[in-house]
T-cell receptor, first 113, second 115 residues
């Protein structure tokens, strides 16, 4: 079974803090994704990576950065957290030739106060 | 601009009834239409998917109907059960371009099946 794990299920941070969200997959997938899920807006892509050290912007990259130093690990970084970044963050992965079959982690509920 | 429009936002169905969720798209380059199911506290999981060369795909109680000319597709859950209560997302993408930033989700439908 594909397993995508996220470092925290719940996280509370203060405005202005630097926040790291970690994601690890164990299926040797080439692609990894970070989404943000908000009620009524569905899932919106923040960034995705198709290889180590490679990244592409999604629909809402502003205020976020990513890092992929190893194939199995993809990190989402909020350089200076703001209250409008309070959300559910979902990580996903897929094989390189199958971006349409994504496997998701359980999500991290981030609250910025 | 929402690439995939999904309705309704929420749905309440009696046990044994049929749940129907609808999606529409505009981009004719899309050629793969998956549905994801998300239970509370979990990430979405691929449920069923269809390509535009067929009009219907059935897996157990779940059926996707696809209308290429209308650019619409829908998920039907037959004999709905309380265990089907979840949020359902439709999605669309092109397997030809196969790039991660051209995979679009609908806004989700929260389904509640009442016993």
């Amino acid at each position: 079974d594909v397993k995508v794990t996220q470092s925290s299920r719940y996280l509370v941070k203060r405005t202005g803090e630097k926040v790291f969200l970690e994601c690890v997959q164990d299926m040797d997938h080439e692609n990894m994704f970070w989404y943000r899920q908000d009620p009524g807006l569905g899932l919106r892509l923040i960034y995705f990576s198709y290889d180590v050290k490679m990244k592409e912007k999604g629909d809402i990259p502003e205020g976020y950065s990513v890092s992929r130093e190893k194939k199995e690990r993809f990190s989402l970084i909020l350089e200076s957290a703001s209250t409008n970044q309070t959300s559910m963050y979902l990580c996903a992965s897929s094989f390189g030739g199958r971006t349409y079959e994504q496997y998701f982690g359980p999500g991290t509920r981030l609250t910025v106060t | 601009q929402q690439q995939v429009k999904q309705s309704p936002q929420s749905l309440i169905v009696q046990k044994g009834g049929i749940s129907i969720i609808n999606c529409a798209y505009e981009n004719t380059a899309f050629d793969y239409f998956p549905w994801y199911q998300q239970f509370p506290g979990k990430g979405p999981a691929l449920l069923i998917a269809i390509r535009p060369d067929v009009s219907e795909k059935k897996e157990g109680r779940f059926t996707i109907s696809f209308n290429k000319s209308a650019k619409q597709f829908s998920l039907h859950i037959m004999d709905s059960q309380p265990g089907d209560s979840a949020t359902y997302f439709c999605a669309a993408t092109s397997t030809i371009t196969n790039t991660g930033n051209q995979f679009y989700f609908g806004t989700g439908t929260s389904l509640t099946v009442i016993p």
